[in-house]
C-alpha cells in the first residue's frame, strides 16, 4: 500500500488540475456533460496519482480510454502523449479479455459437469464444505467484476488489489466531500 498523505496530496494536486483542464466553467457545458467530466477528472486523477505499478489504475484508464466520447476530455485531462499510450494500453487490455472470456467459456463447459457430479455427491451427504468453497467462489466472482482489471487477478493478487482500491476509492470520496464543503463555504460567504 502507498503513503495516505502523499497519495492524498498527489491525487488532490491531479483532481484540482484536471477539473480546471476539464474546463467545468464553461457555459456551453450542460449538467450531465459537468457531471461526466467530474467523473472522468476523478477517476483519472486518482489512478495517475497511484501509478502505473496498480493493475487498477491502468484499467480504469483505459475502460474510460475505450469510449469515444471521453476521447476529447482525455486528451485534455491527460495530455496528447500519454492519451495515446493509455489507449493503445486499452487496445491490448480488451484482446486479453477476449481471451479470458474464451478461456473461461471452455471452463465453465467443464465445470458444469463437475457441480453436477459434485452435487450428486453432496447430496448424499458432506455438502459443507462444498457449499463454502463455491460461495467463496461466487463472491470472487463479483468482485472481479467490480474491480477494474480484476478479471485478470487471481487469489490473493485480486484482494491486495480490492483493498488498495478500496482505499483510493475512501480517499476520492473524502477529497471530494471536501472540495463540495469548500465551494458550499464559499457560496455561502459570497451570499452572505
Known amino acids: 500500500m502507498h503513503a495516505p498523505r502523499k497519495f492524498k496530496k498527489a491525487f488532490m494536486e491531479r483532481l484540482l488540475l484536471s477539473l480546471q483542464v476539464a474546463g467545468l466553467t464553461s457555459k ?25 505499478a496498480a493493475p487498477w489504475a491502468r484499467a480504469l484508464v483505459a475502460r474510460h480510454a475505450a469510449e469515444r466520447r471521453n476521447e476529447p476530455l482525455l486528451r485534455r485531462i491527460m495530455g496528447g502523449d500519454v ?17 479470458i472470456v474464451r478461456r473461461s467459456q471452455r471452463v465453465a463447459c467443464s465445470s458444469r459437469r ?12 458432506g455438502g459443507g464444505a462444498l457449499a ?7 463472491r470472487l466472482r ?10 485478470a487477478l487471481r487469489g490473493f493478487s485480486l ?25 458550499q463555504q464559499k457560496l455561502h460567504l459570497q451570499l452572505g
Open 159 to 183: 484482494l491486495s488489489e480490492t483493498l488498495d482500491y478500496v482505499v483510493c476509492l475512501k480517499t476520492q470520496v473524502e477529497l471530494m466531500h471536501s472540495l463540495c464543503k469548500g465551494s
Open 114 to 125: 463437475k457441480r453436477r457430479s459434485l452435487a450428486m455427491a453432496a447430496a448424499s451427504g
Open 83 to 99: 492519451y495515446e499510450r493509455a489507449v493503445s494500453s486499452a487496445g491490448a487490455a480488451v484482446a486479453r479479455s477476449r481471451r
Open 28 to 52: 456551453s457545458m450542460g449538467l450531465r456533460e459537468r457531471r461526466d467530466a467530474v467523473r472522468l477528472s476523478s477517476d483519472v486523477a486518482m489512478a495517475s496519482a497511484r501509478g502505473r
Open 132 to 138: 463454502a468453497r463455491r460461495m467463496v467462489k461466487g
Open 142 to 151: 463479483l468482485l472481479r467484476r467490480l474491480v477494474p482489471g480484476g478479471e
